[in-house]
């Protein structure tokens, strides 16, 4: 949860646990001129590693570069990969969709009203259906064709990623399956919402595996894209109650509110530096 | 919902949709001196399969056998399958386990409560650590050995199951597969839980699936027991949220507020007869 | 939920409890040519009163005016309130906003995607700052000015719903108080969202009520407004857990899904002629 | 969450917010021989009250009263209220009830299931229905009198507390009104379960309350009695949807889950030192 006063930086940590990392770090930050706004931190111990995530304010005494050396000192005896984020320097999305709207409405309106901390520089598709939308928000629209085939529409896609310096990428319903050389290229910086409750329901058209399989309940998930299909780590998911005596086709619209909620909140814990992963499984540190 | 006026009869339906049978079904109601007090029907259409369920009340006029002469040549007409359940008439249900108490316990207190309209005439195991708790219930309790082979143990099972004149089987975390010619010839009478959510993590441990997947929900699902394990038609479901520090100790502790809700609400919908199969799915009339 | 067989009409049904009723309205619509789609009733027993709503599909020989003359004879035995509606008429929906632009949104986002049975031909505004939503989804917008003082600035808004032929009216965050004499004009025809749970924190900024008092959940409530504020018949709420670590600034937040979800749901039932009002309470009859 | 490793103490912390607070605290954890194992804060702005509480394992080095004193130097700095529980310790809770017993047995089987840390060493009643439960369970049970007046009612309870060295006391649909002077003495260690979503429908039956109103919601809260009747600050809170066709009846039972849950839920954060109480509302640091 948000402070009401605004986090400067944000720190996060990985490494083996061991006795005083949080002493260590907490008095490093104190020392550097640093205020603690929060802090969170897990132990995975089946895996003998310790996550921490804290945010910080500084008065006009701290020196990013004395800090950042006084902590590369903890950090080297802590053997601690880490790394510190400037608050105001805004994370750079591009969202990629194919022709349905209501996950690329839910991150524009919900980015208008100042709840996602990025920005939204391009928006980019395999369709011409959502030009509209991106003109409606001010946001250019890029539609490259798969038809020239795999490599040659990944390039395409690539040069717009690199020339309007994008971060991060969101598959906002994109119906496209990205190749293990973009996905690695893109490692932990790709997150897709599949519109099915992993893992089950994993590939085309979940919804009417779910309905086929008499399931209660439908859901969606919003994970890491990797080179296996859907099979990515899961950073968020939700469910939802539907009647058995629904249509597939009443699945495909219930399921709407839930997967934008999920790809919403994926995000939203992504920017705000919530979302650790470590041994194919992520950690959420809110 | 049970309504003040407590209904006399259930009468089930399953045909061939056509134009006129809730006319049909509901004047033949009528006409034998009975109050509809609820009605329930539900097209599929895929299966082109109409269902319907009511309870009714009836006055000192009402004629059993003249009633159902009389339904039976509607039901003639329209190729319907069709009970007429006695309400007065308590299904005996005997309930198996193994070691693990929160199911049962669940189970018992709702009865005990009057939530749940059945008998639960005899309690068996194969372990004898719950005895006692049916001791406290004051229910017969029967310890069958599974060590004597399945087909001489289901034989003892079963022998029970008849000696009790019992209608129906909840298996309340009964850590033991039942043989395809058990689950046959006890066909959509005996009602399993499963904790996980199906058709994800079938099979043994799904906790620890679930876990090692990294899901961030967990759930239960009760089903009825057909001769493909974790297969058969879903009846009820449920999830909750996890967070994703936890351990699989905990998603275990966690879970079983799922399983027993999920149990507790498929045997009282399956008690109140709102549960057709049709097609290998289940649909519930409320 | 929606069969896959479109219904013509719908008819709907409020009377004192008796015997018969069920196959009286069933024999009338099959009679008539109507073939039933679905049927839901309910008995409110405390002020025995019997609802019943059903959508029925016709053929080419189904005569609209002999059918209502069949029924009202029904309808003069058992002393029924009843409608028949059209299904290809389209109700005709005014919005009222003010400066809040998530429930506008989510109604014109539902719309488009086909899951709210209405025209929306006008959106009435007592602030400007919502004008290019209406822009963006080209329907009119009329900005009225309250500083006229209450009963002219009603009548511009009355004129306004008479131009446009309206039906019914949506207050989606308009935050205005309407008139007792408006209210009346449009019983049980104006929905308000509210962004509490009612009956807690009625009137002034409920985030901040609800927040004070320390609770853990947040929910909003849409209900028909009447003469006394936030406490017309309600139609649809929701909740969600709020840590108790947020501010205010998050309730209002997080507030807004619970908010649109509600008000949608409360639309698209009254829509599909699912809510019933009968003593000061609604059902709602799926 | 819990740890694999058992923390050994928790350390809970409150004081006026300033720089450097975690630094301190695990500062001096870490050199007098404690290992954290989680440690969760808050800054509550709007009384600039920061709160925090740790859990740490102690190797064999640890000296209780050095640490104590060496944290004594820090808390008088800081201005802190503080306390360091032995987790070995256990806290030891008195049941209260009347005749309903479904929060009684939630608490007992919780317990009996290891997810409670506490014993309940005596089970109070003003009713002999609930003395079987107490029996099966072998905890001792007093039935007192309030035929007697409140003033000799209430010194009889007080006289079994002080008896059984009670710490703690849950009223688990205990339907009796405790006077100011036991909330008073018993202040913040008195948990009480509302059947009703507080603040909404104070007082007695407030599933009437909510039935009448015709909410589609219902709830319960659990929180610390003090002399304001159902108004003392709240620890927990849940909701369910609720058919508007159902009864008072079904209200009432529908609703004895989230009420067994909530109370269950409660008592686990405070057992486990989560429950901050600051400016009349509570603030949960797991």
């Known amino acids: 949860m948000m402070s009401m006063i605004r986090p400067d930086f944000a720190l996060t940590v990985s490494c083996p646990d061991q006795k005083g990392i949080i002493a260590a770090v907490t008095h490093t930050i104190a020392t550097g001129g640093g205020n603690i706004l929060n802090l969170s931190q897990h132990t995975a111990v089946d895996i003998n590693t310790f996550l921490l995530k804290t945010d910080f304010s500084v008065d006009e005494s701290f020196d990013r570069a004395a800090f950042e050396a006084a902590f590369a000192a903890v950090a080297a005896k802590f053997k601690m990969d880490w790394k510190l984020h400037d608050k105001a320097v805004r994370t750079r999305v591009a969202i990629l969709v ?3 709207s209501h996950c690329l409405y839910e991150l524009l309106l919900k980015h208008q009203d100042g709840e996602l901390d990025c920005d939204f520089p391009v928006i980019i598709a395999n369709h011409p259906d959502l030009a509209s939308v991106a003109t409606q928000f001010h946001i250019p629209f890029f ?96 469910t939802i109650q539907v009647p058995d005596t629904c249509s597939i086709a009443e699945f495909v619209q219930m399921g709407k509110d839930v997967e934008r909620k999920v790809l919403f909140e994926a995000l939203r814990c992504f920017l705000n530096r919530e979302v650790f992963v470590s041994g194919g499984r992520t950690f959420l540190l809110p």
């Open 98 to 100: 194919s022709k349905t």
């Open 143 to 238: 539609q490259v064709d798969p038809a020239k085939g795999k490599a040659a529409y990944e390039a395409d896609v690539q040069r717009i990623l690199e020339d309007w310096k994008i971060d991060t990428v969101v598959l906002a319903r994109y119906m496209q399956i990205l190749s293990p050389e973009f996905t690695r290229r893109w490692a932990y910086q790709v997150i897709n919402i599949h519109h099915g409750f992993l893992p089950a329901f994993m590939g085309a058209k979940p919804y009417h595996q779910a309905w086929h399989r008499g399931v209660k309940i439908i859901g969606a998930t919003a994970h890491f894209a990797n080179e296996d299909l859907d099979q990515g780590p899961i950073i968020s998911q939700d």
